[in-house]
Every structure is written in C-alpha cells, then in structure tokens.
C-alpha cells in the first residue's frame, strides 16, 4: 500500500472515526479493502488523474452490518483489484459515494463543495439552482455552466440518480451543519438533484 493511502486509511479515517465518538455518535472505520467493501479496475479509456481508477463493486452486505449496529460506517476509498489484480486503487470519494448510496438502496446523496451549490453564474451566489432535473444537469454540464471541480461532483450526482437514489444535493460544506439541514429540513439547503 502507498503511503498516500495508508494516511488515507490509518490517519485521515482515524481521526473522522475519532470526531464522530467524541460528539457522541458511533463510528467505524472502514478501509474499502477490508473485507472486499470496494473493488475497483484500471480505466481504459479517458484521462486517469494520479492512482485514480474507475471503480467498480461495493459490497454493501458489509455496510448494512454496520448499519444494523447503529454505527457510521467511515470508508477510506482504497479498493482493491478486480479479477485477481492485485493492487489497490486510490477511488476518487464522489464516484464512491455514488456507487454505495446505490449498492446501499439510499433516497439521498449529499454531496459537498465549496460553494451553496450550482450556480448560474459562478460569481453570483444568488444565481443557485435550487433544484433541477437529471435531463437539466446534462444540459448545464454541456453549456458550460459548471467548471471545474464541480464537473466531476456533478456527474458523480448524476450517476447516483441514474442508478436509483432518488435525490442527490450539491451543498456548501463551508456551512456549519450543512448536511444536518438538507437532511432533517424541508428547506433543505444547496441544489437537489432529481
């Protein structure tokens, strides 16, 4: 294992593992190589950003026994190889995301960034779309709507929707208690996808 990854998985986890029992909640690290919870290939066809790799299985039999428990799974997105590959991938953590809230039968995929959410213009944080459709997304995707990181979060988003989970949110991390407002409001905060 490469060392970004053992921060990945021995550090960066730990610590979120640690944050969540000290305010009160039950937490478990999980590394996505433990018991087989990720599998991913080598991509063969577009760009492949550093040890990034598409990924490709979950196992979430391994997740809803944490689930049951009452714990919150923490999955460091390490997979390992499909078919006999034996190295192990870092997987970027949206396209993770995605993949579990579908392998997991999820109704929402909160997804966050550094903005409230898609904006029209990128200068104007009162141009947020506060919902739109799947087809819409494709459409603001093509027209230049979104750059940049919010590319990839947004199609991570798409895929989500795609394989089943019924809305996905783009919300601003930067918020204090963000996901807890998209999750327990009516409101809800950022962009719902659906």
Same mark, same amino acid.
């Given at each position: 294992?490469?060392? =970004?990854?053992?921060?990945?998985?021995?550090?960066?986890?730990?610590?979120?593992? %640690?944050?969540?029992?000290? @305010?009160?909640?039950?937490?478990?690290?999980?590394?996505?190589? !433990?018991? +087989?919870?990720?599998?991913?290939?080598?991509?063969?066809?577009?760009?492949?950003?550093?040890?990034?790799?598409? $990924?490709?299985?979950?196992?979430? &039999?391994?997740?809803?026994? =944490? /689930?049951?428990?009452?714990?919150?799974?923490?999955?460091?997105? *390490? @997979?390992?190889?499909?078919? +006999? !590959?034996?190295?192990?991938?870092?997987?970027?953590? &949206?396209? @993770?995301?995605? &993949?579990?809230?579908?392998?997991?039968?999820?109704?929402?995929?909160?997804? #966050?960034?550094?903005?409230?959410?898609?904006?029209? !213009?990128?200068?104007?944080?009162?141009?947020?779309?506060?919902?739109?459709?799947?087809?819409? /997304?494709?459409?603001?995707?093509?027209?230049?709507?979104? %750059?940049?990181?919010?590319?990839?979060?947004?199609?991570?988003?798409? #895929? =989500?929707? &795609?394989?089943?989970?019924?809305?996905?949110? *783009?919300?601003?991390?930067? #918020?204090? $208690? #963000?996901?807890?407002?998209?999750?327990?409001? !009516?409101?809800?905060?950022?962009?719902?996808? %659906?």
């Amino acid at each position: 294992m490469e060392i =970004a990854q053992m921060v990945l998985a021995g550090k960066v986890n730990k610590e979120l593992v %640690s944050l969540i029992t000290r @305010a009160g909640g039950k937490a478990l690290g999980i590394c996505g190589l !433990d018991g +087989g919870l990720l599998s991913a290939e080598r991509r063969t066809a577009g760009p492949t950003l550093g040890l990034g790799r598409r $990924h490709r299985e979950v196992r979430a &039999d391994l997740l809803e026994v =944490a /689930l049951a428990g009452g714990y919150v799974p923490v999955v460091a997105t *390490i @997979a390992g190889g499909i078919g +006999g !590959d034996p190295k192990s991938y870092n997987v970027n953590a &949206d396209t @993770a995301a995605a &993949d579990i809230a579908i392998a997991l039968g999820a109704e929402k995929l909160p997804a #966050s960034h550094d903005v409230p959410g898609i904006l029209r !213009d990128i200068r104007d944080e009162g141009t947020l779309i506060k919902e739109i459709g799947r087809s819409e /997304l494709d459409d603001c995707i093509k027209g230049g709507v979104l %750059s940049k990181g919010m590319i990839p979060k947004a199609k991570c988003c798409a #895929s =989500a929707v &795609d394989g089943g989970v019924k809305r996905a949110h *783009i919300i601003d991390g930067r #918020s204090p $208690h #963000s996901i807890l407002v998209e999750l327990f409001s !009516d409101a809800g905060i950022g962009t719902m996808i %659906s």
